[in-house]
């Protein structure tokens, strides 16, 4: 039998204390437009190339916060990356390891990681 689920990703759910203010934080870290919807007044999808990261204050709580990058943000260039986060006042949690990638937090403390592809 053919699985019925695809091997498509469709989203990924962030939990956030505070849908407009997240909305505001991840559209300028990403320099998109911060003037979609925000269904059901709790719901927030970034306009992502790629699946989509749907930030989610309805499931928010301090125990949910992600303390382990399950969202990898690419970049061409880390160093460039690393200074425009670390210029936007970001907790930056690790240096740039291997020329590769570094871990940071968004303001409710989920890790977050940039990487080269």
């Given at each position: ?59 928010y709580?301090?125990?949910l ?53």
């Open positions: 039998m053919q699985s019925p689920v695809l091997n498509k990703l469709g989203g990924v759910f962030i939990p956030v204390s505070n849908i407009e203010k997240a909305r505001d934080w991840y559209c300028d870290l990403l320099g998109v437009p911060n003037d979609g919807e925000i269904p059901f007044g709790h719901l927030y999808v970034l306009p992502m190339e790629g699946p989509d990261i749907v930030l989610d204050s309805k499931i709580s301090p125990d916060i992600i303390k382990s990058p399950i969202i990898q943000f690419v970049t061409n260039n880390i160093e460039e990356a690393f200074n425009y986060v670390k210029s936007k006042n970001v907790e930056i949690l690790t240096e740039i390891q291997h020329g590769h990638y570094f871990n940071f937090k968004d303001p409710d403390g989920n890790h977050l990681m940039m990487c080269r592809c």
